[in-house]
């Protein structure tokens, strides 16, 4: 045979049993080897080993909810020892104590504390928690360090229990994600497992402290997994419920923010309420700048930052002298306003001193949470802004309990961009389920005008000042849902594995079609795939002229199948270390059907990218299809 029919075009073939080079015959002896070589296929969606994350990750759900327990007794001690000189774990807060002028110092004797912790134990302390986590997620494989388990909430509990104007949320979420860290580092796991027993730990600690274990999963969706799958949420849904039934062995299922029943708002006041989203979104931007512009300003001070959590201390006592419910958790004025039980001059007075309090305290590097002030100043937002509201226009038929309710909720919602978790938070938190249709309207109102006006988050922005980029939106893998058979190249340049370097390196010169390639397949004298050969080995191989080319073949041949997806053919790509694969049908797996290339990889995105940037019309006024030829000026969407 000559040269020219050694090699070919091998088309998709009709039938398994042609015997042609365009027709390729089926060796089942290769089968198994085959599949062996990576190309098999599961029988489920999920590996067994989820269902190990699973257990593993309930208990560790069931040990943050214990340290979360532990965490919150701790802070009310140092509280009551702090604040009233006396020794106990009953729940206080500072709000009622009589030292005048004297509470100026405790702040700062805490605030001091925090800063030698973070100076002689570890500085990854500092922040409210989650922005931490996220970055060990997506930089460090989800290898949070050991000693941050125990500093964190030491820490935490020292800087809120010495009157820290923060929730004890964050610094729970952070620690119960270092547990689940440290549990996935002393087992043998994968990178992807330690982010799910981390999330685990953080969904728990959530749910430990508010009874609120949907919104906990939620959280970890959006702000930690980065991902929707059934092997991450699994774990994390029973981490979290494992921890919510904790808290109710030890506090009972009450919800945290008990709050009177509201009615059904009218359609006008939903509108209102939309509003109000928007105007939380506006107030999201402000807060989330203003927290980084007083970082920015303590980062210019001429001071060793160990230093900074004691002076931001000491804006918090003195704001404390004169609004004494700034300091602390402060999670009774959330109730107070959801209740309707402090409006007007005076909440305005309490939600303007949380803010700045918060603001200097949290921007001073100290340990703490955001999710409380926020809470409160969102809803003392709603409820003002609904009062001004009915007294201006009566009939909009506003409830300022319900107002609050979406002005915390949409303010941490345009904050965190954590849309979904607002709304079922506020939900849990509350057990208001006429709630849930103005919370849903506000929140996404906040969630637009802050994706508006503001590229990075409150959670993000740290982040992002350290020349890292975090994913802000999930969407299903395109290549997942496109399979090889539809983008495979069918017009295969083949060698027989019996022609000689001396042709093949010579068809390689030529300008012949598909001398440019950069692999090709190698069939037998029955036109069976038996390996693939790139143009780089056949350039290095110290080889005869008229040596065959089996003699280049130094493995079997990686392939890929017409009915799996492309994303399941890159990743082979990337694991065997090769940019081509060549296609065979699963029930004939030495039949070569095409080839797939990374070029083919590329253009697959096409189709997505037409998806998103390209506009056009299919319908016209009469409801019959526009060819698109016709509507040819398509709008290219930048």
Known sequence: MDESASRGNAAAPDQAGSSTTDGLPVAPSLGPTLEAAGAHRRVGRLRPRVVQISAIATLVGVAAAIVARLLIVLISFITNLAFYGRLSIESASPAGNGLGWFVIAIPVIGGLAVGVIARTGSR???????????????????????????????????????????????????????????????????????????????????????????????????????????????????ASGAAAAVRFHFVGSEPVFPMPLVAEPSSIALAAYVVLGALAGLASVFVTRAVYRVEDAFERLPIHWMWWPAMGAAVTGLIGCFSPHTLGVGYDNIVRILGGEIGGTALLFLATMKLVSWLVSLGSGTSGGTLAPLLTVGGGLGALTATVAVAVVPGLGLDVRVAALVGMAALFAGASRALLTSVVFAFEATRQPLGLLPLLGGCAAAYLVSSLLMKNTIMTEKIARRGARVPDEYQADFLDTVLVHAKATRQVVAFRAIDTVAGARAFLASDDPGATHQGFPVLDESGRLVGVFTRRELARAELPDDAQLRSLLRRLPIVAFEDESLREAADRMVLEGIGRLPVVRRDAPSLLTGILTRSDLLSAHGLRLQASTRRRRHLDLQGRPIPAEVDSADEVVS
Do not use: C, W
Not at 151 to 162: E, F, H, Q, R, Y
Not at 181 to 201: C, F, Y
């Open 124 to 238: 990854a302390i500092r922040g409210h928690g989650i922005p931490e986590a996220m970055e060990q997620v997506l930089f460090n494989q989800s290898r949070i360090p050991a000693r941050i388990t125990f500093l964190k909430p030491l820490s935490s509990a020292i800087a809120i229990g010495t009157g820290g104007p923060f929730g004890a949320e964050g610094p729970i979420i952070a620690t119960g994600g270092a547990l689940g860290s440290l549990v996935g580092q002393l087992l043998r796991t994968t990178a992807d497992e330690r982010k799910t027993l981390l999330a685990a730990g953080a969904a728990a600690g959530m749910s430990a402290t508010f009874g609120s274990p949907v919104s906990a999963v939620l959280l970890a969706v959006e702000l930690l997994l980065f991902e929707y799958r059934a092997r991450s949420i699994v774990p994390v849904a029973l």
